[in-house]
């Protein structure tokens, strides 16, 4: 029961309420002398706390004889009530965050360990960019899949393509980074490959939205995403400096 009063008081119901709540499922229906002598509440109290509950749709109430009964038709507007706030968050999302990016001067510096904590800092280049922003990347693994699985790579790539968020990468010419530039144009990505016997390294960055990520895949997964308009910049600079000067 305990466990049943947590979860629903986690869905947003005060304690009083969802003890009602329980009450008229155990009960089937009842009047508000019912409740009250079945949870041990001042009958005042559930009077005043059952318009909140049919207010959310979670009760209803009707007539038997002189008798007004309330009770719980459907469990179902929990589910409605979730699906509605997660359609408001992701309506406001994008005004929250522009909201939060128009002060200036605001770096910001988060660390990330472990692959847990790599794909977090790879799923927020995904949340932070629009569809059709460019994510600008060197990449320097040559054996990439013995550090990232496919399978993430894959989810990470489909979730890339169908927000339309293009990226450019430079990498030292590997088996790997020949499969980028061959899959390239279905991916939504342009590869322009460097001599791997003069700069090789094993690790990335990834420039995007007003940040950048640095990883070390072979330091347990040491990720940092230092957000900074600036810094962000001259990133960019540097990135577009090289890769003019590359191949196409």
């Given at each position: ?8 008081e ?21 009047t ?74 605001k ?27 460019t ?108 890769w ?5």
């Amino acid at each position: 029961m305990d466990n049943i009063l947590n979860s629903l008081e986690y869905l947003g119901l005060a304690p009083k309420e969802a003890r009602i709540y329980i009450a008229l499922l155990e009960l089937g229906e009842g009047t508000v002398i019912d409740i009250a002598k079945k949870i041990g509440m001042k009958r005042t109290s559930v009077y005043n706390i059952l318009p909140n509950l049919m207010k959310r749709r979670l009760i209803k109430t009707s007539s038997r004889g002189k008798h007004r009964v309330f009770f719980v038709e459907d469990v179902s507007p929990f589910t409605i009530d979730i699906n509605e706030k997660i359609k408001i968050v992701e309506k406001i999302l994008p005004e929250l965050r522009a909201m939060q990016n128009i002060l200036p001067l605001k770096p910001r510096i988060t660390f990330y360990e472990a692959f847990e904590g790599t794909k977090d800092l790879y799923q927020d280049t995904l949340e932070s960019c629009a569809s059709g922003d460019t994510i600008l990347s060197y990449t320097g693994l040559f054996d990439f899949h013995t550090y990232m699985p496919r399978e993430f790579e894959r989810a990470y790539i489909e979730e890339r393509v169908k927000k339309k968020i293009r990226i450019k990468i430079i990498a030292p010419r590997s088996k790997v980074a020949g499969e980028w530039a061959h899959n390239g144009p279905k991916e939504l990505r342009e590869t322009r490959l460097i001599n791997s016997s003069q700069f090789r390294f094993n690790a990335d960055m990834e420039i995007y939205a007003n940040k950048i990520a640095l990883i070390s895949y072979r330091e347990n997964f040491l990720g940092v995403i230092i957000e900074s308009t600036e810094i962000n910049k001259m990133q960019r600079m540097a990135f577009e400096l090289m890769w003019n000067s590359l191949r196409a």
